[in-house]
């Protein structure tokens, strides 16, 4: 059953939706690369409305993702009857990945859309999207280029969509992620250069998990070696630094592996580590 939703807002926006809607009506058929976020979110919720079973999600699934993020994309299909597909992925056997080069998200993009693919063959799918979007072309994103190799088309950027326009679409919908914050990749917390091992995602993982429990919703750790160095909003650091916060966490991440624990002054910023490119 398609979704259905009335929209109030001003006549641009409204334009670049139907403009979305009408180039996807075009495609007969989509398989969504779908992550959870908010992106492929809204992306899989347009496609499933204008195409109904003709749509389908498919998610990469490997040691890089949380099972929190999983858990999340599940959900969000089986309330809206949309099928799901779940494809496992191992980008770790990729060099290029393994040991961070600044074209890790090509070797990751380059393997995940290429399952996508498959699966959407399988399964009578003539076209595959992702769900980038106008303002990620002002960031640097090896991982389209992949995208532009196996002809992924990238319809929010059709639809000339930025950040701001999907969230507002998405709160109007009714979409749960219209105030998700932005997510990457735990392999995103890694330096350049270092390699990237399950354990270590693991331990990353798990103190991110802690962290969203303590109620830092907007949260990275970052990884140098064996030292963790925490980012949250700049309005949140002094809450962490606060002496019960502050011992608890340095006791858990402690417990986790890392040997030194350290907060980023500066406060959480989208992509820090791509600073050092």
């Excluded at 908010?38 to 040691?63: E, P, Q, Y």
């Excluded at 993020?69 to 393994?98: M, N, W």
């Excluded at 011992?247 to 986790?256: A, H, L, T």
């Amino acid at each position: 059953m398609k979704d259905t939703y009335q929209l109030n807002t001003d006549a641009k926006l409204k334009e670049k939706l139907d403009r979305l809607e009408e180039y996807i009506r075009g495609l007969g058929s989509l398989a969504v690369g779908f992550s959870g976020g908010v992106d492929s979110s809204f992306l899989l919720a347009v496609a499933h409305n204008v195409l109904g079973d003709k749509a389908i999600a498919v998610t990469g699934a490997d040691s890089s993702v949380p099972e929190r993020e999983l858990k999340e994309a599940a959900a969000f299909c089986s309330d809206r009857g949309i099928r799901h597909f779940v494809c496992t992925v191992d980008p770790l056997r990729e060099e290029g990945y393994r040991f961070n080069s600044p074209d890790r998200c090509y070797f990751c993009k380059r393997g995940i859309f290429t399952e996508i693919k498959r699966i959407a063959e399988e399964n009578g799918i003539s076209y595959v999207a992702e769900g980038s979007n106008m303002d990620d072309l002002g960031d640097y994103r090896p991982g389209l280029r992949a995208v532009e190799e196996l002809s992924v088309i990238s319809p929010l950027r059709e639809a000339q969509l930025y950040k701001k326009d999907i969230r507002l679409l998405s709160k109007e919908m009714g979409l749960p992620t219209w105030s998700k914050p932005a997510y990457a990749c735990l392999a995103s917390r890694f330096v350049y250069g270092e390699e990237i091992t399950e354990e270590k995602l693991h331990m990353i993982d798990l103190a991110e998990q802690y962290l969203i429990e303590l109620g830092f919703f907007e949260e990275r750790v970052r990884l140098h070696g064996t030292i963790a160095r925490i980012e949250v909003p700049a309005k949140d650091i002094e809450r962490l630094a606060s002496d019960r916060i502050r011992e608890d966490v340095y006791r858990k991440f402690k417990e986790i592996g890392f040997s030194f624990v350290t907060i980023d002054m500066h406060g959480y910023s989208l992509g820090s580590m791509n600073a050092t490119l």
